[in-house]
């Protein structure tokens, strides 16, 4: 008897829970909630052994976990490519029609929240994680319970996955910031960082306190369910009972999309969430397989930004910052004004070349806005509003850090510091060895790099690895005790294991970004290769030029770089690529195809062992061509392919040379 009021009253109390925070169509009272819940929370406490997993007391948090875990995501969390304008919404269709000859598009409104992924095995929500770097996040599953549109058991026992956005509303953020100034704590600049912040707390209680919410949108395996549209994606969602935002639109051609962003740009004042543009998918999942990937983000969807905000301040001295390659870079310090939720009181200026071109003073009152939404800048000089006590710009001579005289090199708009013992170079090397996309050494920020440094524990990125021979030292520093430190060496010891291409980036070879040392560390499988490299060799690979090659070359003749490596090498260091190797194959090195038509193999998986093997595959027969794969029902690319004289393979064919 006592069991089944229990379940009854998780049943009233979920479906209440649904109508009020998922269909804003509530059936019961606050009071009837609160009779229910009190009920509910004495059965519980008297037979614990009775509560059920997707008992409602367990959204009031009080779960605290000393870390985060790290987690792999099955399927990468890839973000979308952005636009700013009309014309390149055009573009983008014109780039899919020439794929995909009559797509249709939804376009969802892009909520500025925090992305997650949700897992839930046998319809039973296990794990939330963070987007991260898009390859790992962060398990946030104790926070997500908390939130009260998650659901915690499905109406179906699926195994499944979906992503979505978690944001705090409008109202929510208003409250929180009024608690936070009645304490006299500083408030959260925008409810997107006080999203971010809210999730990635140790302690639930504080989650829960903070009244997040979710918009889903995405599955990553949607096939696995029949879903063949991105329409029946949301309404599959919907009917498991998740949050899909209502202001979803299916168009028909570009005009309806243009309409919609248009529409959405003017009226988004009104939502109850903040949001930052519009998403526009392909809705057939098919099509969005044909037109695929690039390297980093999905040629069937874009990301509208809306325009940045402007605003005028005062630009009140012009410092110069050091960077790890020695580049000077002019900063602008303001006057602090508010931008598109955030408060900004400096800006970069770049370079001499872009001061003098805007003509840019001291004392100058200057329009600033977010590139993207993201990155503030200058767009004008209010030459108007001059006094005449305005001070004319003046690059520096010599380093601010070293005194070391500057050189502006050829064919280069900055100027640089040469002196490798320049303080400011070592730091911002370390601390760019240390970033997230390079070692990712976790608890590493600028500040306590900088500290570090000074107090002469870290000196060199080999210092990293010796660091805990200085552990009692690093106890004594305020704020750091037993558990921070060791948290610091754990992430320095489990980055020995990094695979070669983040050690190369992490490196800080100049002209060596992160796609041109994953590039490197494919190419070549390990780091004694890529030394004895030659500067024609790598000139050979493609997308590797003059200048990289070079820089390459200059990096690793120098006998401070070898030892450098050596010395990893002995405190063991990973020295090897751990993807998957090139196999150059001379039917497919440096070769462009094109495929057409239908294959037994993914589109995705033919076209990763081609690249596989050294050569390209494009969307399109053009002259440059150099194959053309045919399936079964080829295209007009067949066509043209047959008109120009290019190669023709069939099925058979491309699999035979694949296996030479």
Same mark, same amino acid.
């Given at each position: 008897?006592?069991?089944?009021?229990?379940?009854?009253?998780?049943?009233?109390?979920?479906?209440?829970?649904?109508?009020?925070?998922?269909?804003?169509?509530?059936?019961?009272?606050?009071?009837?909630?609160?009779?229910?819940?009190?009920?509910?929370?004495?059965?519980?406490?008297?037979?614990?052994?009775?509560?059920?997993?997707?008992?409602?007391?367990?959204?009031?948090?009080?779960?605290?976990? $000393?870390?985060? !875990?790290?987690? !792999? *995501?099955?399927?990468?969390?890839?973000?979308? $490519?952005?636009?700013?304008?009309?014309?390149?919404?055009?573009?983008?269709?014109?780039?899919?029609?020439?794929?995909?000859?009559?797509?249709?598009?939804?376009?969802?409104?892009?909520?500025?929240?925090?992305?997650?992924?949700?897992?839930?095995?046998?319809?039973?929500?296990?794990?939330?994680?963070?987007?991260?770097?898009?390859?790992? %996040?962060?398990?946030?599953?104790?926070?997500?319970?908390?939130?009260?549109?998650?659901?915690?058991?499905?109406?179906? @026992?699926?195994?499944?996955?979906?992503?979505? /956005?978690?944001?705090?509303?409008?109202?929510? +953020?208003?409250?929180?910031?009024?608690?936070?100034?009645?304490?006299?704590?500083?408030?959260?600049?925008? @409810?997107?960082?006080?999203?971010?912040?809210?999730?990635?707390?140790?302690?639930? #209680?504080?989650?829960?306190?903070?009244?997040?919410?979710?918009?889903?949108?995405?599955?990553?395996?949607?096939?696995?369910?029949?879903?063949?549209?991105?329409?029946?994606?949301?309404? +599959?969602?919907?009917?498991?009972?998740?949050?899909?935002?209502?202001?979803?639109? *299916?168009?028909?051609?570009?005009?309806?999309?243009?309409?919609?962003?248009?529409?959405?740009?003017? *009226?988004?004042? /009104?939502? @109850?969430?903040?949001?930052?543009?519009?998403?526009?998918?392909?809705?057939?999942?098919?099509?969005?397989?044909?037109?695929?990937?690039?390297?980093?983000?999905?040629?069937?969807?874009?990301?509208?930004?809306?325009?940045?905000?402007?605003?005028?301040?005062?630009? &009140?001295?012009?410092? +110069?910052?050091?960077?790890?390659?020695?580049?000077?870079?002019?900063?602008?310090?303001?006057?602090?004004?508010?931008?598109?939720?955030?408060?900004?009181?400096?800006?970069?200026?770049?370079?001499?070349?872009?001061?003098?071109?805007?003509?840019?003073?001291?004392?100058?009152?200057?329009?600033?806005?977010?590139?993207?939404?993201?990155?503030?800048?200058?767009?004008?000089?209010?030459?108007?509003?001059?006094?005449? =006590?305005?001070?004319?710009?003046?690059?520096?001579?010599?380093?601010?850090?070293?005194?070391?005289?500057?050189?502006?090199?050829?064919?280069?708009?900055?100027?640089?510091?040469?002196?490798?013992?320049?303080?400011?170079?070592?730091?911002?090397?370390?601390?760019?060895?240390?970033?997230?996309?390079?070692?990712?050494?976790?608890?590493?920020?600028?500040?306590?790099?900088?500290?570090?440094?000074?107090?002469?524990?870290?000196?060199?990125?080999?210092?990293?690895?010796?660091?805990?021979?200085?552990?009692?030292?690093?106890?004594?520093?305020?704020?750091?005790?037993?558990?921070?430190?060791?948290?610091?060496? #754990?992430?320095?010891?489990?980055?020995?294991?990094?695979?070669?291409?983040?050690?190369? +980036?992490?490196?800080?070879?100049?002209?060596? %970004?992160?796609?041109?040392?994953?590039?490197?560390?494919?190419?070549?499988? &390990?780091?004694?290769?890529?030394?004895?490299?030659?500067?024609?060799?790598?000139?050979?690979?493609?997308?590797?030029?003059?200048?990289?090659?070079?820089?390459?070359?200059?990096?690793?003749?120098?006998?401070?770089?070898?030892?450098?490596?050596?010395?990893?090498? =002995?405190?063991?260091?990973?020295?090897?690529?751990?993807?998957?190797?090139?196999?150059?194959?001379?039917?497919?090195?440096?070769?462009?195809?094109?495929?057409?038509?239908?294959?037994?193999?993914?589109?995705?998986?033919?076209? /990763?062992?081609?690249?596989?093997?050294?050569?390209? !595959?494009?969307?399109?027969? #053009?002259?440059?061509?150099?194959?053309?794969?045919?399936?079964?029902?080829?295209?007009?690319?067949?066509?043209?392919?047959?008109?120009?004289?290019?190669?023709?393979?069939?099925?058979?064919?491309?699999?035979?040379?694949?296996?030479?």
């Amino acid at each position: 008897m006592i069991e089944k009021r229990m379940q009854e009253l998780v049943d009233i109390l979920n479906k209440a829970s649904y109508e009020y925070h998922t269909l804003d169509m509530p059936t019961i009272t606050d009071q009837e909630y609160d009779d229910y819940y009190a009920e509910l929370v004495k059965l519980e406490t008297k037979y614990p052994e009775l509560v059920r997993d997707d008992s409602p007391t367990h959204r009031v948090g009080g779960t605290v976990i $000393d870390d985060f !875990v790290k987690v !792999v *995501h099955e399927v990468p969390m890839m973000s979308l $490519d952005d636009i700013f304008n009309e014309e390149e919404i055009r573009d983008f269709d014109e780039r899919v029609r020439k794929v995909i000859p009559h797509p249709t598009y939804v376009c969802e409104l892009k909520i500025d929240g925090l992305s997650v992924s949700l897992v839930y095995r046998n319809g039973k929500f296990v794990r939330g994680a963070t987007r991260g770097d898009g390859t790992t %996040g962060e398990d946030i599953t104790h926070n997500v319970k908390t939130i009260k549109s998650v659901p915690l058991v499905l109406p179906k @026992p699926l195994d499944i996955e979906v992503r979505g /956005e978690i944001y705090m509303p409008k109202k929510s +953020f208003e409250m929180l910031n009024e608690k936070r100034r009645a304490k006299g704590e500083k408030e959260f600049a925008n @409810p997107r960082n006080a999203a971010a912040g809210s999730v990635r707390q140790l302690d639930s #209680t504080i989650a829960a306190e903070r009244n997040l919410d979710t918009f889903l949108y995405h599955i990553p395996n949607a096939s696995d369910y029949a879903v063949k549209t991105q329409l029946e994606a949301l309404a +599959f969602m919907k009917e498991l009972k998740f949050i899909v935002n209502p202001n979803i639109k *299916h168009c028909k051609n570009v005009d309806e999309v243009v309409k919609y962003v248009m529409y959405w740009q003017q *009226h988004r004042p /009104e939502l @109850p969430y903040e949001i930052d543009g519009v998403v526009i998918k392909v809705n057939d999942l098919n099509d969005q397989h044909t037109l695929g990937f690039t390297a980093r983000v999905p040629k069937w969807g874009i990301a509208y930004k809306f325009p940045a905000e402007e605003v005028l301040t005062k630009l &009140t001295n012009i410092e +110069f910052c050091v960077g790890r390659t020695g580049k000077i870079t002019p900063r602008a310090d303001l006057t602090p004004v508010h931008l598109a939720g955030s408060v900004i009181s400096s800006v970069t200026l770049h370079n001499e070349d872009y001061i003098k071109e805007k003509d840019i003073k001291i004392g100058d009152v200057v329009a600033i806005h977010k590139a993207g939404d993201v990155i503030p800048e200058v767009v004008a000089v209010k030459k108007e509003r001059r006094t005449g =006590a305005e001070i004319d710009f003046k690059m520096a001579t010599h380093c601010p850090i070293c005194g070391e005289k500057l050189v502006r090199k050829e064919s280069e708009s900055a100027y640089f510091c040469l002196n490798p013992k320049c303080d400011a170079r070592k730091i911002e090397g370390l601390i760019h060895y240390a970033s997230r996309d390079a070692m990712n050494l976790d608890g590493f920020g600028e500040s306590i790099v900088e500290d570090f440094y000074n107090k002469g524990f870290l000196r060199s990125i080999k210092d990293y690895y010796t660091l805990y021979e200085h552990k009692e030292d690093l106890m004594e520093l305020e704020g750091f005790g037993e558990r921070s430190i060791q948290k610091l060496l #754990t992430a320095i010891e489990d980055s020995k294991n990094n695979s070669l291409e983040r050690l190369l +980036f992490g490196l800080g070879i100049r002209h060596v %970004g992160k796609k041109t040392a994953h590039l490197l560390a494919q190419n070549y499988g &390990t780091m004694d290769a890529l030394m004895s490299s030659t500067y024609d060799a790598l000139c050979m690979i493609p997308d590797i030029g003059e200048i990289i090659a070079q820089s390459v070359v200059d990096y690793f003749s120098d006998d401070t770089n070898k030892e450098l490596i050596s010395d990893l090498k =002995a405190m063991g260091m990973n020295m090897e690529y751990q993807g998957k190797p090139k196999e150059l194959n001379e039917i497919f090195n440096e070769k462009t195809f094109v495929l057409t038509g239908t294959i037994s193999m993914p589109r995705d998986t033919a076209k /990763e062992r081609i690249e596989h093997r050294g050569g390209k !595959v494009t969307g399109s027969v #053009t002259r440059a061509t150099d194959v053309v794969i045919v399936g079964e029902n080829p295209g007009s690319k067949y066509t043209k392919a047959q008109e120009l004289g290019i190669t023709i393979w069939d099925e058979q064919t491309f699999i035979n040379n694949l296996n030479m």
